[in-house]
Every structure is written in structure tokens, then in C-alpha cells.
């Protein structure tokens, strides 16, 4: 191949490719799932704190 026509070749694939960069940096991401998870972690020890701390009442035993 002709380095000319290579070199073209090459430039508008590079072009391509940073028109496809572009286009993916402007999609909007979902948040990311660690912090839900992470959340969710931290209410489950609060709940399981607060479970300790209080155990439930027994009804006393008269036999």
C-alpha cells in the first residue's frame, strides 16, 4: 500500500475513533452500585446494633 494512502487511512480512522470517544464520555453512567451497597451495609449493622442493645422481654416462667 502506498504510505500515503496508509496515512490517510490512518487519520480517518483516528478521527472515527475519537468521535466515538466523544460520544461515549457524553452518555450518562448510573450511579455506581457501591454506594447503594454500601448503604445497605450500614443500616443492617445499625439495625443489628440496635437488636443487641435491646433484647426482647421474656414473659417469666411459673411452673
Same mark, same amino acid.
Do not use: C, F, K, N
Given at each position: 500500500?502506498?504510505?500515503?494512502?496508509?496515512?490517510?487511512?490512518?487519520?480517518? =480512522?483516528?478521527?472515527?475513533?475519537?468521535?466515538?470517544?466523544?460520544?461515549?464520555? %457524553?452518555?450518562?453512567?448510573?450511579? $455506581?452500585? &457501591?454506594?447503594? =451497597?454500601?448503604?445497605?451495609?450500614?443500616?443492617?449493622?445499625?439495625?443489628?446494633? %440496635?437488636?443487641?442493645?435491646?433484647? $426482647?422481654? &421474656?414473659?417469666? =416462667?411459673?411452673?
Amino acid at each position: 500500500m502506498h504510505p500515503d494512502t496508509h496515512l490517510h487511512l490512518h487519520h480517518q =480512522r483516528a478521527a472515527e475513533l475519537h468521535a466515538q470517544a466523544a460520544e461515549y464520555a %457524553r452518555i450518562p453512567r448510573p450511579a $455506581p452500585r &457501591r454506594a447503594l =451497597r454500601t448503604r445497605l451495609g450500614w443500616t443492617m449493622v445499625e439495625i443489628g446494633l %440496635r437488636l443487641a442493645q435491646h433484647p $426482647p422481654a &421474656r414473659s417469666a =416462667r411459673i411452673a
